[in-house]
């Protein structure tokens, strides 16, 4: 046995395909060369349990180091007398937990929610971590962050699926906050904050067929004056210019913080690496001129997701799409910018695409001390 975590939860993985247990799509990229113990504990495992394992979709392994375990995720939850069966016939040796992977379905916030936090304003600017969306589309998700261009302008950064209609979206529509779903009596007057300017590809179909997994839920716009925002999240903290770039070394220790239009400022951790693709499902209506109207609904699968969460309220909610997370000033320590929010688990985890390949990808660079 190899007493490696990663070489277990690749063993695990292997003996899940084997008995059809898991999605084949997600190109599992596993070592050839696994040890040989770790491989016949994890087949044991799957042969024993099969049948109960069966009761739900498997749709990703991975380690949680804090814990010292085999990450297990699930579709949905198993009941507490199928946990018992599994977790009966596992091997001590063999450190297993299950955990949900329920994301439904992708795509602007239009559902009514009781008790969002007032937006937040700086010097009278719209703060990041506040409600923006299309100017015509009834729904809200979060300003991440701003960022500079080449050129030093200045754009506001997001996932596409709240501020580019997944890629449908026509350059120059206006960006406004609050978003269109949270214009209510009492709450700032909505102000056009800015302009769609371009997003990242979002490439659907299966990985096996079309080969593209390197897809970032992210796109900006071009701010329509400086004066409008600020790089304040929200009340909390400034934006970090400064990259924290995930390892394995954090699951389970990295401790982060995030400010998002749903459930303000929330803390929690790192929790899992996926190191391998994650199917999220997007539906997103647009409508990107006069009478026309398009769809984007599909499955996409991305590599590089890694999934935090927190042990007392919500670390992110619908509507908390595009918030920028970032480490934790703990001891006066500097704040880094870990990634950025881009779905939310019904048990309120959230998935975080890693922020440097989506800064990479825009050419752009975090802004800091504006407007603060």
């Known amino acids: 046995m190899s007493g490696n975590l990663k070489e277990m939860a690749h063993a695990v993985r292997r003996a899940l395909l084997e008995k059809n247990l898991m999605d084949t799509r997600i190109d599992a990229s ?5 040890d040989k113990g770790d491989l016949d504990m994890a087949r044991t ?10 009761h739900r ?55 009514p929610i009781m008790g969002l936090p007032m937006p937040v304003l700086r ?10 969306s ?9 300003l991440g962050a701003l960022v500079r261009d080449a050129n030093g302008g200045l754009l506001g950064l997001s996932c596409s699926h709240v501020i580019a209609g997944c890629g449908y979206m026509q350059v120059g529509m206006p960006i406004v906050s609050p978003g269109i779903q949270d214009i209510v009596p009492g709450w700032p007057d909505p102000r056009v ?25 992210a796109g900006v716009f071009r701010v329509s004056s400086e004066s409008l925002v600020s790089s304040m999240q929200g009340g909390e903290y400034d934006t970090p210019s400064k990259i924290h770039d995930l390892t394995e070394d954090d699951e389970g220790e990295l401790q982060i913080e995030k400010v998002g239009r749903t459930t303000g400022h929330t803390e929690g951790a790192i929790l899992s690496e996926f190191d391998h693709a994650i199917e999220v499902a997007f539906s997103v209506v647009t409508y990107p001129e006069h009478g026309q109207l398009k769809k984007f609904e599909a499955t996409v699968y ?18 908390d799409s595009g918030a920028l997370v970032v480490t934790r000033s703990i001891d006066g320590a500097e704040r880094k910018a870990v990634g950025l929010v881009i779905a939310g688990t019904k048990d309120h985890s959230a998935l975080v695409l ?18 603060v």
């Open 57 to 111: 979709v498997i749709v990703a392994v991975a380690t949680d180091k804090s814990r010292g375990s085999v990450v297990i995720y699930t579709n949905r939850p198993y009941i507490k007398r199928d946990q018992a069966t599994i977790l009966k016939g596992l091997d001590g040796n063999l450190p297993i937990i299950f955990r949900s992977l329920d994301l439904g379905v992708q795509g602007p916030n239009n559902n």
């Open 123 to 132: 010097k009278k600017r719209i703060t990041c971590g506040n409600s923006i």
């Open 354 to 371: 890693p922020i440097r390949p989506v800064l990479e990808a825009l050419n752009v660079n975090l802004v800091s001390t504006h407007g």
């Open 193 to 217: 904050i800015g302009h769609f300017e371009r997003a990242l590809p979002l490439v659907a179909g299966d990985p096996r067929t079309i080969g593209a997994l390197d897809n970032l839920d």
């Open 45 to 54: 495992f799957a042969a024993g349990s099969e049948e109960v394992l069966s």
């Open 302 to 319: 991305t590599n590089a997701l890694w999934m935090a969460g927190s042990t007392g309220r919500p670390f992110a909610n619908p509507g």
């Open 30 to 34: 596993d070592p050839d060369d696994l």
């Open 134 to 142: 299309l100017g015509n589309d009834r729904g809200a998700g979060t």
